[in-house]
C-alpha cells in the first residue's frame, strides 16, 4: 500500500505549520532585472512553492549553516571582557521541496560536525529541521547524482520523499522524524491500492547516467598516488579562483571566524562561509602561502571531495548536484574534469 | 575561423608566444582555453557565445598564467578595453604581449546558448556597439560582422532605479544585496580588480566587515563599485559571475554615467587617454571642497 498526498492537502498541511509558528522554507520563484531563478526561502503562503523540479540556485545547506552566524556577543570594560551567549534554541522548520542531492548532503556533511568536535550550531538546526525532499522530474547536462551513488529518487537526508505522480505525490516515509510528520498528518495521506507505475524517475535516472561514469575507489586510489601531475597545472589555469562554487555546493562546509566590532568596548564573533579556492584561505601571517597557485587549490577542492573525506570518513564529499559547474563563469566543468581523471585512472590501473 | 588557428599556430610555431589564449568549445558551450602546442590551435574558435573578457587572465595576480610566458591574447574590441586599463595603470607592458584582434558581430549573456544572435540573447553590453576590431590590435582576424539590432534601450533598467526615490532604492538594493555570500566572484573575474591584496581582506584595521550581513555586503559592494569608477571596462563579467543573481553592472554603469558627466570621460581601447583616478585637470569640478 502506499501513502498519497494530493498537492491541495500539501498546501493545507503546509497552513496548519506556518499557523503553529513553524518555519516553513521552500523553492520559491524569483525575478531580478529579467533574470528568473529559484531559491530556498521562508514561505508565507503554500501558493509560493514551486515544486516544478527547477534546482535552487544555492543549495540547502543555507537552512542549517546560515553564510553567517553570530556565536556570542562580547562587551568589553577596562580589562574585563564580558561574553554573551548565543541563542541555542533553534526555531522548528520545515523545508518542503527539497532536491535529493541537497537532502543528501545534509547526512554526509553531518560525519565532519561530528568529527573531532561537536558542533552545536549544525545539530541544533539538524535537530529542528525536518526535510522532505521531492524526487527530481527533470534534469540538465551538469547533473551527476548517480556518479556519487545517489539517485534522483534517493531519500538521504530526508525525513519523507515525496514522489510526483500526476497531480499528487506518493509519501516515503524515512525516518522517526518523518513517522511523526505523518502521524499528524495521516487524514491527508491516504492509503492507496493503485499499483506503482514503474519507477518514476528512471527516464531521469538515465539522463544523468549519461553524463559521467566514475569508479570512485579507483579515482580516489589515482588521486592518492598523483598529488604532483601536470594535470593539475592545465585544469587550473581557467579557474578564477573565487568562491562561488564552494558557496553553491551543498557539502563545502569549511567557515571563517571573526571578531566583528559593533561599536566602542562591544562586538560580535561571527562564523561566515569560507572557500578553499581564494589564496587568502591558506595565507598564513609570515606571508607564505603553502598552496603557491590556483593549481595547488584548484587540486586541493577535487583532493578534499573525492580521496581526503572518503578515506577519512568512506563518504565522498559531493552528491553531484552539479552547481558548481552551472555558477562557474569560467567553465570550470567538474564532470569533464572527473572523466578526465577518471581516464588516467583506467590508463594507470595496472602501475598502482 | 581558420584564419584564427593558422595565426596561433604561426605565433607558437615561430615562437613569438609561448601560449595563446583564446577560446575552445566544452560540453556545455565555449569557455576560455590556454593553447601551448601548435597542433592544439585547431581547438580554437570563435563565435557570439565567446562572452567572457579573456584579458582578467593578464591581471599580475594570475601567477600561474603568467608561468606560461609571452602570451597572445584573442581579443574583442570591448575586451581590448581591459588590456588598455591595465597598460594605463602600470601593470602591463604592451610590448609583452600580442593581441589577436577578432570582428566581433556581438556576443550573446550567456556562454552556453544554444540560440542565434539576435535581440533576445544579445549581451547588453552590445547595445550599440559598432563591431569594429580594436586599433590595438597586432592582427586582425575574421570577416567584419554586423551587430543584431538590440531589443530596446541599454540603460532601460537604470533608468527605471532612478526614477524611484532614495527610500525604495534602498530597499531594493537591500534585497538584492541580502544575497550576497562574499564569494567575490564579482572581484575574480573583473580585469581590473588587480590588486594583490584586496581592501576586503585587510583586517587590521577590518575595513570592510567579511560577514555577510547586510551592512558588511553594502560595505563590500558598494566600495568595489566606487573603487571601479572611471576604471571599469564595462563587461559586465562580474553580474554575469554572481552565483546570487545581484544586477552589479547597474552600479558600474551608473558611475560610469557620472564619470562622463563630470569628468567626460568613457571607457575606451585607447591606452593613452588618461584615466581620471590618475590625471589632474584645472577645470576639474571642485564645488565639493569647503
Same mark, same amino acid.
Given at each position: 500500500?502506499?501513502?498519497?498526498?494530493?498537492?491541495?492537502?500539501?498546501?493545507? #498541511?503546509?497552513?496548519?505549520?506556518?499557523?503553529?509558528?513553524?518555519?516553513?522554507?521552500?523553492?520559491?520563484?524569483?525575478?531580478?532585472?529579467?533574470?528568473?531563478?529559484?531559491?530556498?526561502?521562508?514561505?508565507?503562503?503554500?501558493?509560493?512553492?514551486?515544486?516544478?523540479?527547477?534546482?535552487?540556485?544555492?543549495?540547502?545547506?543555507?537552512?542549517?549553516?546560515?553564510?553567517?552566524?553570530?556565536?556570542?556577543?562580547?562587551?568589553?570594560?577596562?580589562?574585563?571582557?564580558?561574553?554573551?551567549?548565543?541563542?541555542?534554541?533553534?526555531?522548528?522548520?520545515?523545508?518542503?521541496?527539497?532536491?535529493?542531492?541537497?537532502?543528501?548532503? #545534509?547526512?554526509?556533511?553531518?560525519?565532519?560536525?561530528?568529527?573531532?568536535?561537536?558542533? @552545536?550550531?549544525?545539530?541544533?538546526?539538524?535537530?529542528?529541521?525536518?526535510?522532505?525532499?521531492?524526487?527530481?522530474?527533470?534534469?540538465?547536462?551538469?547533473?551527476?547524482?548517480?556518479?556519487?551513488?545517489?539517485?534522483?529518487?534517493?531519500?538521504?537526508?530526508?525525513?519523507?520523499?515525496?514522489?510526483?505522480?500526476?497531480?499528487?505525490?506518493?509519501?516515503?516515509?524515512?525516518?522517526?522524524?518523518?513517522?511523526?510528520?505523518?502521524?499528524?498528518?495521516?487524514?491527508?495521506?491516504?492509503?492507496?491500492?493503485?499499483?506503482?507505475?514503474?519507477?518514476?524517475?528512471?527516464?531521469?535516472?538515465?539522463?544523468?547516467?549519461?553524463?559521467?561514469?566514475?569508479?570512485?575507489?579507483?579515482?580516489?586510489?589515482?588521486?592518492?598516488?598523483?598529488?604532483?601531475?601536470?594535470?593539475?597545472?592545465?585544469?587550473?589555469?581557467?579557474?578564477?579562483?573565487?568562491?562561488?562554487?564552494?558557496?553553491?555546493?551543498?557539502?563545502?562546509?569549511?567557515?571563517?571566524?571573526?571578531?566583528?566590532?559593533?561599536?566602542?568596548?562591544?562586538?560580535?564573533?561571527?562564523?561566515?562561509?569560507?572557500?578553499?579556492?581564494?589564496?587568502?584561505?591558506?595565507?598564513?601571517?609570515?606571508?607564505?602561502?603553502?598552496?603557491?597557485?590556483?593549481?595547488?587549490?584548484?587540486?586541493?577542492?577535487?583532493?578534499?571531495?573525492?580521496?581526503?573525506?572518503?578515506?577519512?570518513?568512506?563518504?565522498?564529499?559531493?552528491?553531484?548536484?552539479?552547481?558548481?559547474?552551472?555558477?562557474?563563469?569560467?567553465?570550470?566543468?567538474?564532470?569533464?574534469?572527473?572523466?578526465?581523471?577518471?581516464?588516467?585512472?583506467?590508463?594507470?590501473?595496472?602501475?598502482? | 575561423?581558420?584564419? #584564427?588557428?593558422?595565426?596561433?599556430?604561426?605565433?607558437?610555431?615561430?615562437?613569438?608566444?609561448?601560449?595563446?589564449?583564446?577560446?575552445?568549445?566544452?560540453?556545455?558551450?565555449?569557455?576560455?582555453?590556454?593553447?601551448?602546442?601548435?597542433?592544439?590551435?585547431?581547438?580554437?574558435?570563435?563565435?557570439?557565445?565567446?562572452?567572457?573578457?579573456?584579458?582578467?587572465?593578464?591581471?599580475?595576480?594570475?601567477?600561474?598564467?603568467?608561468?606560461?610566458?609571452?602570451?597572445?591574447?584573442?581579443?574583442?574590441?570591448?575586451?581590448?578595453?581591459?588590456?588598455?586599463?591595465?597598460?594605463?595603470?602600470?601593470?602591463?607592458?604592451?610590448?609583452?604581449?600580442?593581441?589577436?584582434?577578432?570582428?566581433?558581430?556581438?556576443?550573446?549573456?550567456?556562454?552556453?546558448?544554444?540560440?542565434?544572435?539576435?535581440?533576445?540573447?544579445?549581451?547588453?553590453?552590445?547595445?550599440?556597439?559598432?563591431?569594429?576590431?580594436?586599433?590595438?590590435?597586432?592582427?586582425?582576424?575574421?570577416?567584419?560582422?554586423?551587430?543584431?539590432?538590440?531589443?530596446?534601450?541599454?540603460?532601460?533598467?537604470?533608468?527605471?532605479?532612478?526614477?524611484?526615490?532614495?527610500?525604495?532604492?534602498?530597499? #531594493?538594493?537591500? @534585497?538584492?544585496?541580502?544575497?550576497?555570500?562574499?564569494?567575490?566572484?564579482?572581484?575574480?573575474?573583473?580585469?581590473?580588480?588587480?590588486?594583490?591584496?584586496?581592501?576586503?581582506?585587510?583586517?587590521?584595521?577590518?575595513?570592510?566587515?567579511?560577514?555577510?550581513?547586510?551592512?558588511?555586503?553594502?560595505?563590500?559592494?558598494?566600495?568595489?563599485?566606487?573603487?571601479?569608477?572611471?576604471?571599469?571596462?564595462?563587461?559586465? @563579467?562580474?553580474?554575469?559571475?554572481?552565483?546570487?543573481?545581484?544586477?552589479?553592472?547597474?552600479?558600474?554603469?551608473?558611475?560610469?554615467?557620472?564619470?562622463?558627466?563630470?569628468?567626460?570621460?568613457?571607457?575606451?581601447?585607447?591606452?593613452?587617454?588618461?584615466?581620471?583616478?590618475?590625471?589632474?585637470?584645472?577645470?576639474?569640478?571642485?564645488?565639493?571642497?569647503?
Amino acid at each position: 500500500m502506499r501513502r498519497m498526498l494530493s498537492r491541495t492537502d500539501l498546501d493545507a #498541511l503546509v497552513r496548519d505549520l506556518l499557523g503553529a509558528g513553524t518555519r516553513v522554507i521552500a523553492p520559491v520563484r524569483r525575478k531580478v532585472q529579467g533574470r528568473e531563478f529559484v531559491e530556498y526561502a521562508p514561505v508565507q503562503n503554500p501558493e509560493e512553492i514551486a515544486l516544478d523540479g527547477s534546482q535552487p540556485v544555492r543549495p540547502l545547506k543555507q537552512v542549517v549553516f546560515p553564510p553567517t552566524e553570530t556565536l556570542f556577543n562580547y562587551k568589553q570594560d577596562k580589562g574585563l571582557v564580558q561574553i554573551q551567549e548565543a541563542p541555542t534554541t533553534f526555531s522548528d522548520t520545515l523545508v518542503i521541496g527539497a532536491r535529493p542531492c541537497d537532502a543528501a548532503a #545534509l547526512e554526509i556533511v553531518d560525519r565532519v560536525m561530528d568529527w573531532d568536535y561537536h558542533d @552545536e550550531f549544525w545539530f541544533g538546526h539538524r535537530q529542528a529541521t525536518t526535510v522532505v525532499a521531492v524526487a527530481c522530474t527533470d534534469s540538465d547536462e551538469s547533473c551527476f547524482c548517480t556518479a556519487v551513488g545517489l539517485s534522483p529518487e534517493s531519500t538521504r537526508g530526508a525525513d519523507w520523499l515525496l514522489i510526483p505522480a500526476g497531480s499528487s505525490f506518493e509519501v516515503r516515509v524515512v525516518t522517526p522524524k518523518g513517522e511523526a510528520l505523518l502521524e499528524s498528518n495521516k487524514s491527508r495521506c491516504p492509503e492507496s491500492d493503485v499499483p506503482e507505475a514503474g519507477k518514476a524517475s528512471s527516464a531521469v535516472e538515465e539522463k544523468v547516467r549519461a553524463n559521467l561514469a566514475m569508479n570512485p575507489a579507483k579515482l580516489q586510489e589515482w588521486l592518492g598516488a598523483h598529488f604532483e601531475h601536470p594535470l593539475w597545472q592545465k585544469i587550473a589555469l581557467r579557474c578564477h579562483g573565487c568562491g562561488a562554487c564552494a558557496f553553491v555546493c551543498p557539502t563545502c562546509h569549511c567557515f571563517d571566524i571573526v571578531d566583528e566590532l559593533e561599536g566602542v568596548g562591544r562586538g560580535a564573533r561571527r562564523r561566515n562561509w569560507d572557500a578553499c579556492q581564494p589564496a587568502l584561505f591558506t595565507l598564513h601571517g609570515s606571508g607564505h602561502n603553502p598552496r603557491k597557485d590556483q593549481s595547488a587549490r584548484f587540486r586541493q577542492r577535487v583532493m578534499h571531495k573525492f580521496s581526503i573525506y572518503p578515506s577519512r570518513f568512506g563518504e565522498i564529499l559531493c552528491t553531484g548536484c552539479g552547481r558548481c559547474i552551472r555558477v562557474c563563469a569560467a567553465g570550470m566543468d567538474l564532470i569533464a574534469i572527473l572523466a578526465e581523471i577518471g581516464q588516467n585512472a583506467e590508463e594507470a590501473g595496472s602501475t598502482l | 575561423m581558420e584564419e #584564427l588557428r593558422e595565426l596561433a599556430k604561426k605565433l607558437l610555431q615561430e615562437k613569438q608566444v609561448n601560449a595563446v589564449v583564446g577560446y575552445e568549445c566544452d560540453r556545455r558551450g565555449v569557455r576560455p582555453a590556454f593553447v601551448d602546442d601548435p597542433a592544439g590551435c585547431d581547438r580554437l574558435v570563435f563565435d557570439h557565445r565567446c562572452v567572457q573578457n579573456l584579458p582578467a587572465y593578464l591581471s599580475p595576480r594570475r601567477t600561474n598564467v603568467a608561468g606560461l610566458g609571452r602570451l597572445a591574447v584573442v581579443v574583442k574590441q570591448c575586451d581590448a578595453r581591459a588590456v588598455a586599463g591595465l597598460i594605463r595603470e602600470s601593470q602591463l607592458k604592451r610590448e609583452n604581449l600580442v593581441l589577436i584582434g577578432v570582428r566581433c558581430g556581438g556576443v550573446a549573456a550567456n556562454p552556453n546558448e544554444s540560440r542565434e544572435l539576435g535581440a533576445e540573447t544579445l549581451a547588453l553590453r552590445c547595445y550599440g556597439c559598432s563591431g569594429t576590431e580594436t586599433a590595438m590590435a597586432d592582427y586582425v582576424v575574421g570577416e567584419p560582422k554586423t551587430v543584431p539590432a538590440a531589443g530596446g534601450d541599454r540603460d532601460a533598467r537604470l533608468a527605471e532605479i532612478e526614477k524611484m526615490s532614495p527610500e525604495e532604492r534602498l530597499a #531594493l538594493w537591500k @534585497e538584492w544585496l541580502s544575497r550576497c555570500t562574499r564569494c567575490h566572484a564579482c572581484r575574480q573575474v573583473c580585469p581590473m580588480c588587480f590588486c594583490e591584496r584586496c581592501v576586503a581582506e585587510k583586517t587590521q584595521p577590518n575595513w570592510i566587515e567579511s560577514s555577510p550581513h547586510i551592512q558588511g555586503n553594502f560595505s563590500w559592494n558598494v566600495t568595489r563599485a566606487l573603487h571601479l569608477a572611471g576604471r571599469c571596462v564595462d563587461c559586465g @563579467e562580474c553580474e554575469r559571475a554572481c552565483p546570487a543573481q545581484i544586477p552589479l553592472g547597474l552600479l558600474n554603469r551608473k558611475l560610469a554615467k557620472i564619470m562622463s558627466a563630470r569628468y567626460g570621460f568613457a571607457v575606451t581601447d585607447d591606452p593613452s587617454t588618461p584615466a581620471p583616478i590618475g590625471s589632474y585637470r584645472l577645470d576639474d569640478g571642485q564645488e565639493f571642497i569647503l
